[in-house]
């Protein structure tokens, strides 16, 4: 059996504007089997933010940067490929979460959680107080 163990730590921002909103996620570390549920949650109460958005970054091989999808206010918006076993809940102007389903090794990567005043179709480093928390999940047998 896999176990996946997953640490978040807060790290980074790009400040495009003014004073941005101070974003928390949790947990700081969580461990999960395969097959069973991840929930990260991301809170930022920064009410001139209405979007929040999901990314996942893979780590090893080549590394990638996907947008898993984004919450508009409590409207979910899950990019293809991620609309089955990654779930979007809560309020994109307080707290949300981010649940993976059924993990799996290749759930391996970083997440982002990110608070914007525009939908994902702006570039992100133009258009968002963009925060980044780290998150690796390692498989151990």
């Not at 996946?4 to 790290?11: D, G, N, P, R």
């Not at 570390?29 to 809170?43: D, P």
């Not at 990654?86 to 799996?104: C, E, M, P, Q, Y």
Request: proline share 5%.
């Amino acid at each position: 059996m896999s176990f996946f163990a997953v640490s978040v730590l807060l790290f980074c921002f790009i400040d495009t504007m003014a004073s941005p909103p101070v974003i928390q996620q949790a947990p700081a570390f969580i461990q999960v089997k395969s097959g069973e549920e991840a929930r990260l949650e991301c809170y930022h109460g920064d009410n001139s933010y209405p979007y929040m958005l999901w990314y996942q970054s893979t780590v090893g091989g080549r590394k990638t940067m996907d947008l898993i999808g984004l919450l508009h206010y409590e409207n979910k918006n899950p990019e293809k490929g991620f609309e089955s076993r990654f779930n979007l809940t809560g309020h994109s102007k307080g707290k949300a979460w981010l649940v993976i389903s059924d993990t799996k090794p290749a759930d391996t990567a970083q997440y982002f959680c990110a608070a914007s005043q525009h939908s994902a179709l702006i570039p992100v480093a133009a258009a968002q107080k963009h925060f980044c928390s780290y998150l690796a999940c390692t498989c151990k047998n």
